[in-house]
T-cell receptor
Framework: KAGVTQTPRYLIKTRGQQVTLSCSPISGHRSVSWYQQTPGQGLQFLFEYFSETQRNKGNFPGRFSGRQFSNSRSEMNVSTLELGDSALYLC????????????FGPGTRLTVT | AQSVTQLGSHVSVSEGALVLLRCNYSSSVPPYLFWYVQYPNQGLQLLLKYTSAATLVKGINGFEAEFKKSETSFHLTKPSAHMSDAAEYFCAVSPMNRDDKIIFGKGTRLHILP
């Protein structure tokens, strides 16, 4: 069974631009979560989607948004990029929320200049 | 609210020595507990999972963890460290409430000394 895939793997953007990251979960997984990872803040939860509905949301500004499609694929969007948005963005999929382990993709490394 | 605390952001052990990474959780009911490992420039990989079936859980790469309810702990151990174990390790707790998200600790970076 194929793992979680994320595209693109690397991305360089300029301040003020917007970016869209994509995540394809493991087949059959209906839950997709997004995380931001930086050296200073560690792993921070962005949001979780389950069956196209946002189930949980972390403490990030409205510039960060996401969605999930009927095939469980998910995208996250960051508008008006800031230098501080430079990070590794990780996507994880699972069968459900409570009690289910998450399977992580390799991440998208976003650099904002 | 559920929470998880990992003691020590950095731990160094000599190759061949015992590895002990500490994790304490806060939960009103016994949760599901996980340990993940992250190698450089990669995503997190599941090491092991506690689901209440057994208090001692064996995972991949020779790691194991013991659930101790009285201490609200889920420490990760490996009898003999290998250079390839150098990575960052995350403890996580998943609540029983089906709508609550999994919560990760801040991580412990394990350094292996030759």
């Amino acid at each position: 069974k194929a793992g979680v895939t994320q595209t693109p793997r690397y991305l360089i953007k300029t301040r003020g631009q917007q970016v869209t990251l994509s995540c394809s979960p493991i087949s059959g997984h209906r839950s997709v979560s997004w995380y931001q990872q930086t050296p200073g803040q560690g792993l921070q939860f962005l949001f979780e989607y389950f069956s196209e509905t946002q189930r949980n949301k972390g403490n990030f500004p409205g510039r960060f948004s996401g969605r999930q499609f009927s095939n469980s694929r998910s995208e996250m969007n960051v508008s008006t990029l800031e230098l501080g948005d430079s990070a590794l963005y990780l996507c994880a999929s699972s069968l459900g929320s409570s009690g289910y382990e998450q399977y992580f993709g390799p991440g998208t490394r976003l650099t904002v200049t | 609210a559920q929470s998880v605390t990992q003691l020590g952001s950095h731990v160094s052990v000599s190759e061949g020595a015992l590895v002990l990474l500490r994790c304490n959780y806060s939960s009103s009911v016994p949760p599901y507990l996980f340990w993940y490992v992250q190698y450089p420039n990669q995503g997190l990989q599941l090491l092991l999972k506690y689901t209440s079936a057994a208090t001692l859980v064996k995972g991949i790469n020779g790691f194991e963890a013991e659930f101790k309810k009285s201490e609200t702990s889920f420490h990760l151990t490996k009898p003999s460290a290998h250079m390839s174990d150098a990575a960052e390790y995350f403890c996580a707790v998943s609540p029983m409430n089906r709508d609550d998200k999994i919560i990760f600790g801040k991580g412990t970076r394990l350094h292996i000394l030759p």
